[in-house]
């Protein structure tokens, strides 16, 4: 039996009813996340505590931080019953989930895993857990942040975690290099991730692509897979420098010209007001009028939706379904270093929540509601291709807003506006009937333009 020591006088002892432990804490058997006073804790169990000091005693967490491989660590001064010691961590802004990943930020995402895995190899330490669950996106730099997964190195030949990095890093990435992007991330959020076997029966093919495909499978099943599962005389370090290699070396999708173009959007961004046409510089106006400290950005067509307020020094996330914008949109984000955050979700059937007590997943429309919403070129597409009726587009978007709504209609499109009750609408009622549906949802509802080529331009507010 470990000894429980005495709460040390200096700290603060928080009540057990003041603790809020988060939902996707709770299988970990050596501490648990919490949240108090608007601070991120996490409680150490008592056999684990002296092992976690160390680590922050000589110099070891506060490198890895230092090299941007996990999330901001230190000791609190605070006490929970039942726990030993108090580790408080920064708080990324939004949490995102691996399968709302395009396949350039799950590679990223792996490849933080084998970088943390090799910086704690040299310190005699590993990776207990290896899948992306335990990694966020702060915007474009993704960052590990379960430390309770860091553990003393057992065998100096195996990674106990590597079958784990497959099933949700590594094959899911192999799938998505084959084009199979769509059942890699429906797999993801499954409890096995994708099984060897699938993978195998997925990207075998038949004919000549049988060949091509099955080369580049045996190289990285042999350097991997093998070395691995059938002992290997190389030290554990050798091992994950070749994972690394291989899983840098997979050929992500390109999605051709779509994404030359979104890329090229970006590039251009207006360098002065005389370079803003109409549109762009009513946005600007309207969000240096209101300073929302976040904005999501649910719009579809040109990237500036997202970019331009990203440049403004705004805090962005941004979902759509089409993947060449979410990967051009986190490539510039990247390249750029700004605070953008684009997700693969649909606006029409965004993440739910999974499991008792959201235990597995939280919805969408509760992880990522900000203070503005930003919807240009929305709502016609969502009325024409998915028959949505204004009332329900109104309800997603205010299910996302916070306080503030800035959306497009263009009446041009009048044989595609529809009205509350999702029948046809002719172009002069459209837009009457759209603002009559967010007033259910805002409290106030604005036009602040109108373009000959865009439509009306509406700011809401509850």
């Known amino acids: 039996m470990v000894a429980r020591e005495k709460i040390d006088p200096g700290c603060i002892a928080i009540p057990s009813e003041e603790v809020i432990f988060h939902p996707h804490s709770f299988a970990d058997d050596a501490g648990r996340l919490f949240e108090w006073n608007g601070k991120l804790c996490r409680g150490i169990n008592y056999a684990r505590a002296p092992f976690y000091n160390r680590l922050f005693r000589e110099g070891i967490l506060q490198t890895l931080i230092e090299r941007g491989l996990l999330i901001e660590t230190e000791p609190a001064d605070l006490a929970v019953d039942g726990y030993a010691?108090?580790?408080?961590?920064?708080?990324?802004?939004?949490?995102?989930?691996?399968?709302?990943?395009?396949?350039?930020?799950?590679r990223d995402a792996a490849l933080t895993i084998i970088d943390l895995a090799i910086e704690l190899g040299q310190w005699g330490l590993t990776l207990r857990d290896a899948h992306p669950w335990n990694v966020l996106f702060d915007f474009s730099r993704?960052?590990?942040v379960d430390l309770t997964s860091i553990a003393p190195q057992v065998k100096e030949s195996t990674w106990c975690a590597y079958d784990e990095f497959c099933r949700f890093c590594y094959y899911p990435l192999v799938l998505m290099a084959h084009g199979h992007e769509r059942i890699a991330r429906a797999l993801l959020p499954e409890y096995e991730g994708v099984l060897r076997s699938e993978l195998l029966t997925l990207v075998r093919g038949t004919g000549p692509s049988r060949l091509i495909l099955s080369k580049a499978l045996r190289r990285g099943f042999r350097s991997i897979q093998s070395i691995f599962r059938k002992g290997s005389n190389q030290s554990a370090l050798a091992l994950l420098r070749q994972v690394r290699r291989d899983v840098e070396s997979i050929q992500l999708p390109s999605y051709g010209s779509r994404h030359r173009r979104r890329r090229n959007e970006s590039m251009r961004a207006p360098s002065s007001e005389a370079d803003w046409t109409s549109r762009p510089l009513t946005l600007r106006k309207l969000l240096t009028e209101l300073q929302p400290d976040t904005i999501l950005d649910l719009s579809r067509g040109p990237i500036w939706t997202t970019t331009v307020p990203a440049?403004?020094?705004?805090?962005?996330?941004?979902?759509?379904?089409?993947?060449?914008?979410?990967?051009?949109?986190y490539e510039t984000a990247r390249d750029k270093n700004l605070s953008i955050l684009p997700l693969?979700?649909?606006?029409?059937?965004p993440t739910p929540s999974v499991g008792y007590s959201n235990h597995y997943s939280i919805a969408a429309t509760e992880r990522l509601k900000c203070d503005l919403v930003l919807a240009l070129g929305l709502t016609q597409r969502v009325a024409s291709e998915n028959h949505f009726s204004l009332d329900l587009i109104a309800e997603g978007l205010a299910s996302f807003s916070k306080r503030w709504l800035i959306v497009e209609f263009d009446e041009r499109q009048g044989s595609q506006a529809m009205r509350a009750d999702g029948a046809p609408r002719s172009p002069s009622g459209g837009l009457d009937s759209f603002v009559d549906a967010l007033l259910k949802h805002f409290n106030e509802v604005n036009v602040v333009s109108t373009a000959a080529n865009a439509g009306a331009l509406l700011l809401c507010e509850k």
């Open 85 to 106: 010691m108090v580790m408080s961590h920064r708080s990324v802004p939004f949490v995102s989930y691996p399968h709302e990943w395009c396949p350039a930020m799950l």
């Open 142 to 144: 993704p960052l590990w």
């Open 311 to 329: 440049i403004m020094g705004f805090e962005v996330v941004s979902i759509d379904s089409d993947a060449a914008r979410v990967s051009a949109l």
């Open 344 to 349: 693969m979700i649909d606006f029409i059937k």
